[in-house]
């Protein structure tokens, strides 16, 4: 990670976190990005839970109230089942004393693949991070909350939309984002990237859940959009998801309509 601000520092004496100004959101300049209250619900749930031997393939979270930026943040977590093959997870994400958001992890214990030949989409043609130039606008990286190369399209394009997407900062102060953590706290983009049209973002979402079959293995993740649809003010938007060996898994979002849409970022 470089040294840019972390999003949360952690006061471990109260077992607190403390969020940054820079993990602020776009709708309220004093509330929490949804990307850092997922990403810190999946930074407790994998610190106290996780195991080399289980990949966390199912991640949900219900975001239903704005944290926030100014109040210290307590994270409760407990275990709800611990088989031989599947662990679930519980953890609730609680600002000022009241809870903000909640989510539900499920992590399937590795072993070997079924025998015999299963049909998959295949891999996405799509240019490496590397072989594609840095975007000179900051507002396609949030203005450093991450840094982004765009493939195909742009954020409001009516078309395809693909991206690669690395993480530029540290999620807790002092500790490396692991790879669960990192697409965790990317997972949110997914609504942006997925329900943004040619007048913005109107739409605000109220979840994310993210499927992995197997965890990134390289820094950059790419995001395919795949799916968008709305009916009285409700939504959903779903992107596939890579990293630079092939896919990972999804990100799903519901979304309600916002009546101020967010400007959208320029064309790369």
């Given at each position: 990670?470089?040294?840019?601000?972390?999003?949360?520092t952690?006061d471990?004496a109260?077992?607190?976190f403390?969020?940054?100004?820079?993990?602020?959101?776009?709708?309220?300049?004093?509330?929490?990005?949804?990307?850092?209250?997922?990403?810190?619900?999946?930074h407790?749930?994998?610190?106290?839970?996780g195991?080399?031997?289980?990949?966390?393939?199912?991640?949900?979270?219900?975001?239903?109230r704005l944290?926030?930026?100014t109040?210290?943040i307590?994270?409760?977590?407990?275990?709800?089942?611990d088989?031989l093959?599947?662990?679930?997870?519980?953890?609730?994400?609680f600002?000022g004393?009241?809870?903000?958001a909640r989510?539900?992890?499920?992590l399937?214990?590795?072993?070997?693949?079924?025998?015999g030949?299963v049909?998959?989409?295949?891999?996405w043609?799509?240019p490496k991070?590397?072989d594609?130039?840095?975007p000179t606008?900051p507002?396609?990286?949030?203005?450093?909350?991450?840094?982004?190369?765009?493939?195909?399209?742009?954020?409001?394009?009516?078309?395809?939309?693909?991206?690669?997407?690395?993480?530029?900062?540290?999620?807790?102060?002092g500790i490396?984002?692991?790879?669960?953590?990192?697409v965790?706290?990317?997972?949110?983009?997914a609504?942006p990237?997925a329900?943004a049209?040619?007048?913005?973002?109107?739409?605000?979402?109220?979840?994310?859940?993210?499927?992995?079959?197997r965890?990134?293995?390289t820094?950059w993740?790419?995001?395919?959009?795949?799916?968008h649809?709305?009916?009285d003010?409700?939504?959903?938007?779903?992107?596939?998801l890579y990293?630079?060996q092939?896919?990972i898994?999804?990100?799903?979002?519901?979304?309600?309509?916002?009546?101020?849409p967010?400007?959208?970022?320029?064309?790369p």
């Open positions: 990670m470089t040294k840019n601000q972390p999003f949360f952690h471990r109260s077992d607190t403390m969020p940054t100004p820079v993990s602020n959101g776009p709708w309220d300049p004093n509330s929490l990005h949804g990307r850092v209250v997922i990403g810190l619900l999946a407790v749930i994998e610190q106290r839970h195991s080399d031997d289980f990949v966390p393939a199912r991640l949900t979270v219900d975001m239903f944290p926030n930026i109040t210290p307590e994270v409760r977590s407990k275990q709800i089942r088989g093959r599947i662990r679930v997870v519980e953890a609730e994400f600002s004393g009241i809870s903000m989510a539900s992890c499920q399937l214990r590795k072993t070997e693949n079924a025998p030949n049909w998959s989409p295949p891999n043609d799509a991070p590397a594609i130039p840095k606008d507002r396609l990286g949030m203005n450093g909350k991450w840094t982004t190369r765009p493939i195909v399209g742009h954020m409001g394009s009516l078309g395809p939309r693909r991206l690669w997407m690395s993480e530029v900062r540290e999620l807790v102060e490396p984002m692991s790879p669960f953590v990192h965790a706290t990317g997972a949110d983009f609504s990237f329900n049209g040619d007048q913005g973002l109107g739409y605000i979402n109220s979840d994310v859940t993210l499927y992995l079959h965890l990134p293995v820094p993740v790419g995001f395919e959009v795949v799916n649809h709305a009916t003010g409700v939504a959903i938007g779903e992107c596939w990293d630079e092939g896919p898994g999804t990100s799903t979002v519901a979304a309600l309509a916002q009546r101020k967010m400007a959208k970022p320029p064309p």
